[in-house]
């Protein structure tokens, strides 16, 4: 609905520019002939001139508004209306590659404010042809500012019917716009008074120095708007680098992304060198989510040739996009822009980040200095979480079986008594209700003598395995003695615990195990449960009751059972 009512937004706008024109053209006698070549010299300074535009948020601003006012004022209505469809709809279509239809009413609403100004201004008798020296400075400054107003009119009008919101920067594209136009007004009387005095040659001159002008000013908003996003970026880096929880860290790199660019969505992917994959470790949408972490991932993968040829960071979009690259409409059509930021550590790729926009040409050069930046630091920020985590990871992880250690499994006991230690704790209602399940490998010492040390690791990691896939991914899995494991299971009563111990040691015992010399050997493995509050008081009574269930009701009963605790 909204994409149709787009349409025929743009597509009446068109019509009625574009009529408008053909019949000012063929029909109205106000202009017998046009000055072609002082037509093609305007062009050629607009189309200078185009290149020179300025990115702000969603708006462009123009500089050619200079050449389309004096026009105006020198050739007439007709040839101005021309010079705007040559200039501002031809140059982007073919040119600049911009979508069709926003050229076209944006190229539009230029047409119609100089057709309606053009007869507001003859209707209080200002005729062109009759304009004094005095006269013309005032109406020509009168005249520009005008169209300043209505173009700005038309731009909000547009979005508040279109999309029924004003765009974000547009406080911040009017001023650039307001300053730009201090510049322009007075630059666009200098370029009729110097065809008026001294023709061509006059006109040339000051067109190169219109040109000069609106470098300089381009550059001073750059630098401007460097400056402040560099401010930024300090920040930013300061906050991510002052963290080292990896999820901690990738959240404050997206903020920082969307404060510096205020994209629609943004990814983080880490490469993983062993596999050779992409995988994305955080993504925030900032407007409803069209694409998912899953769409991304498959993406990058599909096409991971391409990016890890390519070490540069690049913006796309996608009526030019880069093919060979990355193809924006195969992951979302409705996206219109992108950046893609490698994260490089040690000259090495160890990550990306994806930034997408909804809007055309969105980012510019100078965002993608700025996240050149942050790209930089960020790296660092997620190497050094990443260490961290691995740090963190191998002081409670046992380095066989990757399961926690004995050291953490006793902080998370601890944990489940901490904020209740003067009340009852089988009445208390604050406890959640923990049951835990110790495991423990039958004549596991016959088999590292008879079979060796190496079979009995591999028995020891295939355990794991068995017990991690017959768990919860919220309960604790840990090693906590040579062959013993523990099961922490929050939120558990008794008897669940004991199923899924039961369960457990059924698969052990109908798995075949296989030595480092290819015999199978069978496995079995015993075990106890205990719960907490409603049996235990604390951790260590909890385990204290386990461990006194799995050897007084299974391991001097046959072994190769589960027990409950029995008091």
Known sequence: MVVNKRNIYYYTMGALSLISTFIFTFFSKEYIQINIPLLIILTCVGLLLEKIKLRIGEFTLMFDVVVVVASYFVLGLVPTLWLSIILFYFCDIFINKTNKLTTLSNTSMFIIIFIFLHYFFKIFGYEISSITKLKSIIIIVSYSFVVFLLNWVFILGQFKFLFNKFPEDWVEGFLWDFYGNLITIPLSIFLIQAYNYYNYLGLIILSLFIILSNMLFRLVRNLVFLNKELRVVHEVSASINSRLELGETTFNILDGIYELVKCDYCFILYFNRENMTFNTVASKAFRDAEIGDSDIDEYMNKNIRNFLSCKNSFITKSDISNKEVIDLCEICKD?????????????????????????????????????????????????????????????????????????????????????????????????????????????????????????????????????????????????YGGEEFTVILPHTNEATAYKIGDRIREVVEQTKFETMDGQIINITISGGVSEFPSQADSGSTLLAYADRAMYTGSKRKGRNKISKYVS
């Open 335 to 479: 996206i219109k822009s992108a950046v893609y930021e490698p994260l490089m550590s040690q000259n090495e790729l160890i990550g990306c980040i994806l930034v997408y926009s909804n809007i055309t040409q969105k980012f510019t050069k100078e965002h993608l200095i700025v996240l050149d930046i942050l790209a930089s630091q960020a790296a660092i920020a997620i190497e050094n979480a990443k260490l961290y985590k691995d740090t963190k990871n191998k002081a409670i992880r046992d380095s066989l079986t990757g399961l926690y250690n004995q050291s953490y499994f006793f902080d998370v006991l601890e944990s489940l008594t901490g904020e209740c230690d003067d009340s009852i704790k089988a009445e208390c209602s604050g406890c959640n209700r923990t049951s835990l399940i110790i495991l423990d490998i039958d004549h596991f010492k016959q088999v590292n003598d008879t079979y060796g040390h190496q079979t009995g690791d591999i028995v020891l990691k295939q355990v794991t395995d068995i017990i991690k896939n017959n768990v919860r991914k919220s309960d604790i899995v840990s090693r």
